[in-house]
């Protein structure tokens, strides 16, 4: 099916089960749906005929015996999370279904996020059905992280969380010696029928409010994240005998008199992947892909796997790394530091310059790391073509290329967005905002890793079902975000063809390539970012779109990921033939590690966004340059050029004129002078005023 008829059949199914949803109850037959959508002829109400079918098979809505179509009435209880915006009123979340709606003063006691049930108390032919809330069955969380305000005795705590709309009331002997303007950690306690508030109590005061310790800190406990390690698995991990018998040398093939060497950030201390290099002959190159082998010292069920499974992945903050093992694992015993024998799972493959694969094998190794390269020494021998194990990297550089070459042909998309790290001072306060470059050092490991991951993927799935690993997976985007990028992208002149999947990926590629270097780069890639679904982890399914793999998984991080991990414990097993292997829990640890890894995420970006606020509070009045990068009914985003911070534009404080938001064109313009603004436009802003605790940045337009 051609991306344009799913597009359009999508865009009917919408419009049958709102026709539908609107006569709630009421029955209809194709031939009046086509004549309400204004079908007549033979083969378009064929088409309506077909999408009916498919609608009932999954389930969207039912048919009658005689052809008649209609959708349920919702009646009775439900259950669901439901979400509350900024004025109390709730919409409980269904799949496949609509809404239900549920005034302010029924969502008592629910907050949103949370597992409610709810009663079904109206419907009606072209209203959503509405609701109350009977009870909540299970809370988003239990613990807040926010700011306390205490007056005559008693406080309020002002929740981090901007999805909820209320405060939360302190009793005054629960303040648990908390000041005002102090960041606390509050716990849920109860909600008075009498009250507007729920009550909590304080059980971990962080810090006064601004504190670098006290935002970072208050970040992880906003996002549900860990800090400290349990005393149990801190004695666990410290009781680990890392001494390396020669009976385990025996069982594993060993790599320790053959060129190894890390390449990582300068500041790592945690080296989980090493690369050795042997030149068979003049056409063939053995390259070996070492991994720590995580799982020798992390068995199954002990307690620090148990709290690994719990954070699923470590944490990368701007000023700290809140990691998902202990560091007497994670930057020592499986660290793979140079001149030290250390255990790994290995992919080692002969490629010849092109990068072809001539032979591979799997399994564990003993190595012993030569050298540790920071990216910026590996760039430096390879551009000038001199130093330690020059030759070796550009030959390995050579190859990467050509893997990343064959890539591209093969349908990945060459994805280049702009990152930002902070300079910090010794308090940690941010004195300088810099702009990741990201070389061919960086992009030769990337290559390797996308290549281990990819074959150990393939491994698997070829040759070991039914059995099965964590795959990474990344589905095709929706059509209507597509259509919706291609849109944006139109208006800045760059054509993206959405005919279907391939021709989408070929003309974003030459997007990328021909905004390369100009101020639309920063703009436009996000955005095409945007378009994309979320890859995840699944047992289920295999392939990912962005890379253009039919076979993909995470292999080559299992210190900081626990699907690396958990990949590592179900290959060896694989390879050494110990069948069965008992994977009852796979899909749901899969779920699990999505999860975690997008709060994680968002805590990483939490952070910058603090840093950013905090930067900028040292620049109140000065003047920058930007570009806009986002605009909706209420602000201009605009991003700034030398720094990359991103900042808000207030509509309701630009003055020079009334501005309406224009949502069809994404833009905003004035009644009067007609100046308009529009995503990509070049501005000139002062920065007007800062929050750090609220992590806000308030620009004003220079005219």
Same mark, same amino acid.
């Given at each position: 099916?051609?991306?344009?008829?799913?597009?359009?059949?999508?865009?009917?199914?919408?419009?049958?089960?709102?026709?539908?949803?609107?006569?709630?109850?009421?029955?209809?037959?194709?031939?009046?749906?086509?004549?309400?959508?204004?079908?007549?002829?033979?083969?378009?109400?064929?088409?309506?005929?077909?999408?009916?079918?498919?609608?009932?098979?999954?389930?969207?809505?039912?048919?009658?015996?005689?052809?008649?179509?209609?959708?349920?009435?919702?009646?009775?209880?439900?259950?669901?999370?439901?979400?509350?915006?900024?004025?109390?009123?709730?919409?409980?979340?269904?799949?496949?279904?609509?809404?239900?709606?549920?005034?302010?003063? $029924?969502?008592?006691?629910?907050?949103?996020?949370?597992?409610?049930?709810?009663?079904?108390?109206?419907?009606?032919?072209?209203?959503?059905?509405?609701?109350?809330?009977?009870?909540?069955?299970?809370?988003?969380?239990?613990?807040?992280?926010?700011?306390?305000?205490?007056?005559?005795?008693?406080?309020?705590?002002?929740?981090?969380?901007?999805?909820? *709309?209320?405060?939360?009331?302190?009793?005054?002997?629960?303040?648990?010696?908390?000041?005002?303007?102090?960041?606390?950690?509050?716990?849920?306690?109860?909600?008075?029928?009498?009250?507007?508030?729920?009550?909590?109590?304080?059980?971990?005061?962080?810090?006064?409010?601004?504190?670098?310790?006290?935002?970072? *800190?208050?970040?992880?406990?906003?996002?549900?994240?860990?800090?400290?390690?349990?005393?149990?698995?801190?004695?666990?991990?410290?009781?680990?005998?890392?001494?390396?018998?020669?009976?385990?040398?025996?069982?594993? *093939?060993?790599?320790?008199?053959?060129?190894?060497?890390?390449?990582?950030?300068?500041?790592?201390?945690?080296?989980?992947?090493?690369?050795?290099?042997?030149?068979?002959?003049?056409?063939?190159?053995?390259?070996?892909?070492?991994?720590?082998?995580?799982?020798?010292?992390?068995?199954?069920?002990?307690?620090?796997?148990?709290?690994?499974?719990?954070?699923?992945?470590?944490?990368?903050?701007?000023?700290?790394?809140?990691?998902?093992?202990?560091?007497? $694992?994670?930057?020592?015993?499986?660290?793979?530091?140079?001149?030290?024998?250390?255990?790994? &799972?290995?992919?080692?493959?002969?490629?010849?310059?092109?990068?072809?694969?001539?032979?591979?094998?799997?399994?564990?190794?003993?190595?012993?790391?030569?050298?540790?390269?920071?990216?910026?020494?590996?760039?430096?021998?390879?551009?000038?073509?001199?130093?330690?194990?020059?030759?070796?990297?550009?030959?390995?550089?050579?190859?990467?290329?050509? $893997?990343?070459?064959?890539?591209?042909?093969?349908?990945?998309?060459?994805?280049?967005?702009?990152?930002?790290?902070?300079?910090?001072?010794?308090?940690?306060?941010?004195?300088?905002?810099?702009?990741?470059?990201?070389?061919?050092?960086?992009?030769?490991?990337?290559? &390797?890793? $996308?290549?281990?991951?990819?074959?150990?993927?393939?491994?698997?799935?070829?040759?070991?079902?039914?059995?099965?690993?964590?795959?990474?997976?990344?589905?095709?985007?929706?059509?209507?975000?597509?259509?919706?990028?291609?849109?944006?992208?139109?208006?800045?002149?760059?054509?993206?063809?959405?005919?279907?999947?391939?021709?989408?990926?070929?003309?974003? *590629?030459?997007?990328?390539?021909?905004?390369?270097?100009?101020?639309?780069?920063?703009?436009?890639?996000?955005?095409?970012?945007?378009?994309?679904?979320?890859? &995840?982890?699944?047992?289920?399914?295999?392939?990912?779109?962005?890379?253009?793999?039919?076979?993909?998984?995470?292999?080559?991080?299992?210190?900081?990921?626990?699907?690396?991990?958990?990949?590592?414990?179900?290959?060896?097993?694989?390879?050494?033939?110990?069948?069965?292997?008992?994977?009852? %829990?796979?899909?749901?640890?899969?779920?699990?590690?999505?999860?975690?890894?997008?709060?994680?995420?968002?805590?990483?970006?939490?952070?910058?966004?603090?840093?950013?606020?905090?930067?900028?509070?040292?620049?109140?009045?000065?003047?920058?340059?930007?570009?806009?990068?986002?605009?909706?009914?209420?602000?201009?985003?605009?991003?700034?050029?030398?720094?990359?911070?991103?900042?808000?534009?207030?509509?309701?404080?630009?003055?020079?004129?009334?501005?309406?938001?224009?949502?069809?064109?994404?833009?905003?313009?004035?009644?009067?002078?007609?100046?308009?603004?529009?995503?990509?436009?070049?501005?000139?802003?002062?920065?007007?005023?800062? %929050?750090?605790?609220?992590?806000?940045?308030?620009?004003?337009?220079?005219?």
């Amino acid at each position: 099916m051609s991306l344009e008829k799913k597009l359009k059949n999508d865009w009917l199914e919408s419009q049958i089960f709102q026709i539908l949803n609107e006569n709630t109850g009421a029955k209809m037959n194709y031939k009046q749906l086509s004549s309400r959508l204004g079908f007549y002829n033979k083969d378009e109400r064929k088409t309506i005929n077909l999408i009916l079918n498919s609608m009932v098979n999954n389930k969207k809505i039912i048919e009658q015996p005689l052809g008649s179509f209609y959708v349920e009435k919702k009646t009775g209880k439900t259950e669901g999370v439901i979400e509350i915006n900024k004025r109390g009123a709730g919409f409980l979340i269904l799949e496949n279904e609509n809404d239900i709606h549920i005034s302010p003063s $029924l969502t008592y006691p629910a907050l949103s996020g949370d597992t409610v049930l709810v009663e079904i108390i109206k419907t009606g032919r072209k209203t959503k059905p509405e609701g109350k809330v009977l009870k909540v069955i299970k809370r988003k969380k239990e613990l807040f992280s926010g700011i306390v305000q205490v007056s005559n005795g008693f406080g309020f705590f002002v929740p981090d969380d901007a999805s909820l *709309n209320t405060d939360f009331f302190i009793p005054k002997n629960k303040l648990k010696g908390a000041k005002n303007n102090d960041r606390a950690v509050a716990k849920l306690i109860n909600w008075p029928q009498t009250s507007n508030n729920p009550y909590v109590e304080i059980v971990k005061i962080l810090g006064k409010s601004g504190e670098n310790n006290a935002e970072i *800190n208050a970040i992880l406990y906003e996002y549900g994240l860990k800090t400290d390690f349990p005393e149990s698995v801190i004695a666990e991990s410290q009781n680990i005998n890392e001494t390396i018998t020669e009976t385990e040398i025996k069982k594993r *093939n060993d790599f320790r008199n053959k060129l190894t060497f890390t390449i990582d950030p300068e500041d790592a201390k945690d080296f989980d992947d090493a690369i050795s290099f042997v030149k068979l002959n003049d056409k063939i190159f053995e390259i070996g892909i070492h991994i720590a082998d995580v799982s020798h010292f992390v068995t199954e069920n002990s307690e620090l796997d148990k709290e690994a499974l719990s954070r699923a992945t470590s944490v990368y903050l701007v000023d700290r790394v809140v990691p998902m093992l202990p560091e007497n $694992l994670s930057n020592n015993i499986c660290s793979l530091r140079p001149d030290v024998d250390r255990l790994c &799972f290995s992919a080692v493959f002969e490629l010849d310059i092109k990068g072809k694969i001539h032979k591979e094998w799997f399994g564990k190794t003993v190595i012993h790391s030569n050298k540790r390269f920071s990216y910026e020494e590996a760039q430096n021998n390879i551009e000038k073509n001199e130093g330690l194990y020059a030759q070796e990297l550009i030959i390995l550089n050579k190859i990467a290329k050509n $893997l990343k070459n064959e890539r591209l042909r093969q349908g990945a998309i060459s994805f280049e967005t702009e990152e930002i790290k902070f300079l910090l001072d010794k308090n940690a306060k941010p004195v300088k905002v810099l702009k990741k470059v990201r070389k061919d050092a960086h992009k030769l490991i990337e290559e &390797f890793m $996308l290549l281990a991951n990819k074959r150990v993927a393939t491994t698997v799935n070829k040759n070991y079902k039914p059995y099965t690993i964590p795959y990474r997976l990344h589905e095709p985007p929706i059509p209507s975000k597509m259509q919706e990028f291609a849109d944006v992208a139109s208006r800045f002149g760059y054509k993206i063809n959405t005919t279907n999947e391939d021709e989408y990926i070929k003309s974003i *590629n030459e997007m990328i390539e021909a905004t390369d270097g100009t101020k639309f780069s920063g703009i436009l890639q996000p955005l095409a970012i945007k378009s994309m679904e979320k890859a &995840f982890y699944t047992s289920q399914k295999t392939g990912h779109f962005g890379l253009g793999f039919d076979y993909y998984a995470h292999f080559t991080s299992p210190i900081r990921r626990y699907p690396d991990l958990l990949t590592h414990r179900y290959f060896i097993l694989m390879i050494e033939q110990k069948f069965p292997i008992h994977q009852e %829990n796979i899909e749901q640890t899969c779920n699990w590690c999505s999860k975690r890894e997008q709060l994680a995420v968002d805590a990483e970006r939490t952070s910058v966004k603090f840093k950013q606020t905090e930067y900028l509070s040292n620049y109140i009045g000065d003047e920058f340059e930007g570009i806009i990068s986002g605009i909706t009914s209420w602000g201009i985003f605009v991003e700034l050029v030398e720094n990359k911070c991103e900042g808000m534009v207030r509509i309701k404080d630009m003055k020079d004129d009334i501005y309406e938001f224009y949502e069809k064109g994404k833009f905003v313009m004035g009644r009067r002078k007609k100046i308009k603004y529009s995503i990509g436009d070049n501005v000139s802003i002062k920065v007007k005023k800062t %929050n750090i605790t609220k992590r806000t940045i308030d620009f004003e337009l220079v005219f």
